[in-house]
């Protein structure tokens, strides 16, 4: 690259444009040599439905305890891929970069990315890249689709839950939200904190092994955290659900930094964590199932789907009370994905 | 909506999201009502080789005569399939707003959206919305992904062109960023300029219908224009071409603008758009199907491939000499697309 910084001309089309390609974001992030890039990539035919998602990532700041912007734009959309019970097949990347960003900083987000992607064994196979004037985005954002194939008939759509179910978690929440929070607050308690952001389709692989059509919904309880997912499930589903308190995992230094700053982690975004509805019969091998693997190894039951009902979500606190959980009405945390 | 502007809380997950999503976005682009909205949509299978495309959209200003930011977002990802020679399947938008955004800006960019999928017969099958602080993006950016499907074994890659083809185009050059440009600039000229930014998957089927496998190269010149698109061509496939300036069609209010503001019309983007490359033998039959099309009207044949060689390109000028065209290094016209 002739320059360290990026330059309007680098999203031209012109020379600087193919500059960048050539030198960077090809080399990291393809395995097909420019002279063979063309628009669209074309894949091979599959076989089975389709599944299709896209999230855009506008995280601040950029890198935090345990990901950046990178790892997220791969793991989040891989995430909302194996929600649906798909197997990822293939993602695009979208950059928005800021005039004046860091070549060395872009260069560490495309290394992640492709960290990210070798990790969750998925291709980079189209992209795209803009740059907008100083001051007209803040440094980069990120839009990664992502399409994967369905091997199997079932749906977790999150309509599917029934009186009975068990809601299952594969570990501690509210990890990600704090971790970025405390980096980008300059808070001292970042030493502690970690966002969990992780790929997701190995696990609900093997939990579908296990539980087949018994599992009901899947979801991952990103923005809004378990609470808003949770909420989102008994009105999709028209069910009323019960969480203990007791039983949810929140590790000790996010507990912290949520009761320092007044935040609930209940609605505390998170990265690498889904959430299950599933049928009582079939709770035990799920969760076996579920705790095989290491992103898994901490699964555990937090609630019940109690009825039939117009969508309330309830928590039995730790002292024995129940008191209703509704969505934030506005922004806890922003820019937190 | 109880704001009529964008609130940092439209993006959180909360509430307000959901009423964002529900009482605006869904309505207008999507089919599936709320309740049975999920992280990712589920295609029915698909029988053929799939195309996957990207594209970002950070056009300034939003809306130009002949279009706005939904129309390009719309069109830009269904034109990348179309050169893949897929038929679009489905699309997917990631919305990146800023604080502050009007509503009713917002609206009318969904329903060109809307509009725009509808003329091209594409679905707009699954989303996500971003909201930044106010000065952390300029008003709003798209982002599409695209699924096509291919029905036909053949390739139109850039690097297919052979000696002997002729170029055509389905019409005149640098409308689309002439009408950006000049609307940008508040130019009085921009009467009769107008973007032919328009979705052009049928005209790339007629002229597959009547070419087939002399169809070598398909590519629509949007940034950079022709000449950085035609150029691109000679590289991938290692072959010199000539163009002929007096062939080249320039409306004259956007040759009165070029030559007003000292800028090349083959080097401004196009919208709608398309250059092909094709073999000697069926060009009269893959004209006159693309004549037989509203987009196509004005096909024409503006140059040939020469030799293989290193990737030259050459224009024959109106007086006869030749010269040679590169790309240009850096920005002509940024916020183009």
């Known amino acids: 690259m002739t320059s360290d910084i990026i330059l309007l001309g680098h999203g031209s089309g012109g020379t600087l444009s ?7 974001i090809i080399p990291l992030l393809s395995g097909v040599p420019s002279r063979d890039q063309n628009d669209a990539a074309v894949l091979a035919p599959v076989a089975g439905r389709l599944a299709f998602t896209t ?38 990347v979208g950059l928005i970069l800021e005039e004046g960003l860091p070549v060395a900083v872009l260069q560490r987000v495309l290394e992640a ?5 070798t990790a969750a064994g998925v291709g980079i196979v189209t992209g795209d890249t803009k740059v907008v004037p100083r001051g007209k985005a803040d440094k980069l954002f990120i839009n990664t689709a992502g399409i994967g194939v369905l091997e199997h008939d079932l749906s977790f759509s999150g309509s599917g839950a029934l009186p009975g179910d068990r809601v299952l978690i594969n570990g501690s929440i509210g990890d990600h939200g704090m971790a970025v929070l405390a980096c980008r607050e300059g808070l001292e308690l970042t030493g502690d904190l970690r966002s969990d952001c992780a790929p997701l389709h190995r696990l609900v692989a093997a939990m579908r092994s296990a539980g087949g059509a018994a599992l009901h919904v899947l979801r991952d309880p990103t923005r809004g955290g378990v609470a808003t997912t949770l909420k989102e499930i008994c009105l999709q589903s028209q069910v009323d659900l019960l969480l203990e308190e007791n ?10 930094a949520c009761a320092l700053l007044g935040l609930d982690p209940l609605f505390v975004a998170n990265e690498g964590k889904l959430l299950a509805c599933v049928a009582p019969d079939a709770v035990d091998a799920v969760l076996a199932a579920m705790r095989s693997l290491p992103e898994g190894a901490e699964s ?38």
């Open 18 to 24: 193919h500059q960048l390609l050539d030198e960077l």
């Open 55 to 92: 999230d855009s990532y506008v995280v601040d700041p950029l890198f935090f305890p345990g990901g950046c912007i990178g790892d997220l734009a791969v793991y989040g959309t891989v995430n909302d891929l194996a929600m649906a019970g798909a197997t990822p097949l293939a993602l695009s």
């Open 113 to 117: 990315m492709r960290d990210a992607a």
């Open 247 to 256: 039983a949810l995992p929140v590790r000790p230094a996010t507990a912290g």
């Open 300 to 337: 555990c039951c937090i609630g019940e789907v109690t009825a039939t009902g117009s969508g309330r979500l309830r928590l039995r606190t730790a002292i024995g009370g129940v008191r209703a959980i509704e969505m934030l009405a506005g922004e806890q945390l922003p820019r937190i994905c």
